[in-house]
């Protein structure tokens, strides 16, 4: 499984951004699909995740600001980022499981920057 990750940039506190993850090769191992997340010094934590059937599980510190969706037939997942805070700074990383094989698949990594 391959995973390409966009949309990571640049914004001011307050404003918003959509990631995007694009699932190719063996798709059809995938069950859940998510956003981690790991700022400079910090561990890598999970920001909000979406399984198959549309189950979706976030981090407290996001809820209500971040919306996870998946769209099946392009299998992309996407993370809608609004009231962005300066602490959400970090390198996203997309993140596909499957379960049969307990594997965790990574997409490259995507910078998104707010600034105060």
């Known amino acids: 499984v391959q995973l390409q990750a966009s949309g990571g940039g640049l914004v001011q506190s307050g404003g918003s951004l959509r990631l995007s993850c694009a699932a190719s090769?063996?798709?059809?191992?995938?069950?859940?699909m998510g956003w981690y997340r790991q700022a400079p010094g910090k561990q890598r934590e999970l920001v909000a995740n979406?399984?198959?059937?549309?189950?979706?599980d976030y981090a407290d510190a996001v809820q209500g600001r971040f919306t996870i969706s998946r769209d099946n037939a392009k299998n992309t997942v996407y993370l809608q980022m609004n009231s962005l805070k300066p602490e959400d700074t970090a390198v996203y990383y997309c993140?596909?499981?499957?379960?049969?094989?307990?594997?965790?698949?990574w997409g490259q990594g995507t910078l998104v920057t707010v600034s105060s």
């Open positions: 993140n596909a499981h499957a379960p049969a094989t307990t594997t965790d698949y």
């Open positions: 090769g063996n798709i059809f191992s995938i069950n859940t």
């Open positions: 979406i399984n198959s059937y549309g189950t979706t």
